[in-house]
T-cell receptor, first 112, second 119 residues
Framework: GNSVTQMEGPVTLSEEAFLTINCTYT??????LFWYVQYPGEGLQLLLK?????DKGSNKGFEATYRKETTSFHLEKGSVQVSESAVYFC???????????FGAGTRLFVKA | DTGVSQDPRHKITKRGQNVTFRCDPI?????LYWYRQTLGQGPEFLTY????????KSRLLSDRFSAERPKGSFSTLEIQRTEQGDSAMYLC?????????????????FGPGTRLTVL
């Protein structure tokens, strides 16, 4: 079945450090891939998405590239801020808009 | 666009009581989803509506759970005879109808959630 695996956290970085959170997926067909962010006590906010192979999703300095050959969608940012401390979820949705399948989440702590 | 809203934001109840949550999707979205999220985990799919039709239900949705979307707009999720294991964040999401940009129906927009605590 479809599944998402992301690196375990927590990830602790100093402000302005480079961020990578690894995500790999298993899916039939060609799913859409997403990164969502969840701040404490809040719902999920869509961070970025990619709908086909080699697409790069980007938003607020975050980027992820849909790699079908390695079934990966790693999240990267060149310089993280303290305000970006949150839990980051990698997710997939198969074509047609059905349920979204989430990874377990990676908690990011950014220290000043 | 006011986003997806959920009510209440927090609910504390005693074991055995019934609870009902409401979700109002983004107005032009015809698809609505319910998820459950427990501490330290990603959201897990519960059920999905397209307009008023409930098209998919997870095995997580036991017979104590029922969801409705009677007019294809807002939705309610009811849990009967709550158990302590039902304590979780219940998330609602909506996505656009078909006919928009390619794969736009795949993107789900989430509400703030209802946190349920069963004592």
């Amino acid at each position: 079945g479809n599944s998402v695996t992301q690196m375990e956290g927590p990830v602790t970085l100093s402000e302005e450090a480079f961020l990578t959170i690894n995500c790999t997926y298993t899916a039939t067909g060609y799913p859409s891939l997403f990164w969502y962010v969840q701040y404490p006590g809040e719902g999920l906010q869509l961070l970025l998405k990619a709908t086909k192979a080699d697409d790069k999703g980007s938003n607020k300095g975050f980027e992820a590239t849909y790699r079908k050959e390695t079934t990966s969608f790693h999240l990267e940012k060149g310089s993280v801020q303290v305000s970006e401390s949150a839990v980051y979820f990698c997710a997939l949705s198969r074509a047609g808009g059905f349920k979204t399948i989430f990874g377990a989440g990676t908690r990011l702590f950014v220290k000043a | 666009d006011t986003g997806v809203s959920q009510d209440p934001r927090h609910k504390i109840t005693k074991r055995g009581q019934n609870v009902t949550f409401r979700c109002d999707p983004i107005s032009e979205h015809n698809r609505l989803y319910w998820y459950r999220q427990t501490l330290g985990q990603g959201p897990e799919f519960l059920t999905y509506f397209q307009n008023e039709a409930q098209l998919e239900k997870s095995r997580l949705l036991s017979d104590r759970f029922s969801a409705e979307r009677p007019k294809g707009s807002f939705s309610t999720l009811e849990i009967q005879r709550t158990e302590q294991g039902d304590s979780a964040m219940y998330l609602c999401a909506s996505s656009p109808k078909a006919g928009g940009p390619l794969r736009s129906t795949d993107t789900q927009y989430f509400g703030p959630g209802t946190r349920l605590t069963v004592l």
